[in-house]
């Protein structure tokens, strides 16, 4: 299913059928698809027809939204990737190995990522196995810096979370983590932390961040600010 926006763009739309559901609901998605949560009994008709009287509100909001961006796109306006609390600048390299991998170069200052295939699907597997390694420690030096245990981490490519953690204690992160500024990608891995102590959003949680990461509502205004379009890098590869 499509929609036409008044501009004469054809814009994809994801249907989503939920037991339980009682309300049409729609949004846009990470890849600037128009999401329709619909109940179950709802025919792809109906769906079409709810989706023409919200004409309005669904050009108002692809008007709005950044750009779906490639990772290459990305990483040539912004050539650095997070690590470690430092910033690396970036270097993309064409390579006679087997494998796509990554170095450092420039006195540890440059991150080069070596690829056999100039493809966004190679540069994108290996910017989040990079992601993997970066997260896996600095996960574990937060974790033991405040004397804190959890049972594993997953990387992945969360559709509009930074992370999660659950009841088992494992935490999740999005491999874009590491094209936020040090203190930004800190304040995620943090507050999934503190989660360990405190499921919930509720004030002791708060005061716990806080303590964490005393800048917390700044760094919260600042992920905010830039989320969506980061949120919207990579989703051009699947």
Known sequence: MEFLS?????????????????HLRLRLGHQNQVVAS????????????????????????LAKVPKVSTLSDWLERHP???????????????STRAKA??????????????????????????TRRFAKDALVC????????????????SVRDQSSRWGSCSSRRGISLNWRLVLLRPELQDYVILHELAHLSEMNHG???WALLDSYDPQRVTHEAALDAIGSELMRVGRCCK
Request: with cysteine; hydrophobic share 40%.
């Open 38 to 61: 619909v109940p179950w009994h709802i025919s792809d008709r109906g769906v079409a027809k709810f989706i023409a009287t919200q004409r309005d509100w669904i050009d108002a909001q």
């Open 80 to 94: 650095q990737m997070s690590a470690s609390g430092d910033v690396f600048q970036i270097r993309i390299e064409s």
């Open 6 to 22: 008044a501009s004469g763009r054809r814009v994809p739309v994801e249907v989503c059928r939920r037991k339980g559901t009682r």
């Open 101 to 126: 991998d990554y170095c450092f170069d420039g006195g540890a200052s440059v991150l080069v990522l070596r690829l056999p295939v100039a493809e966004e699907c190679a540069l994108l597997a290996l």
């Open 138 to 153: 600095r996960v574990a030096y937060q974790a033991k810096r405040l004397d804190l245990e959890y049972s594993g981490l």
């Open 203 to 205: 004030p002791r949680f």
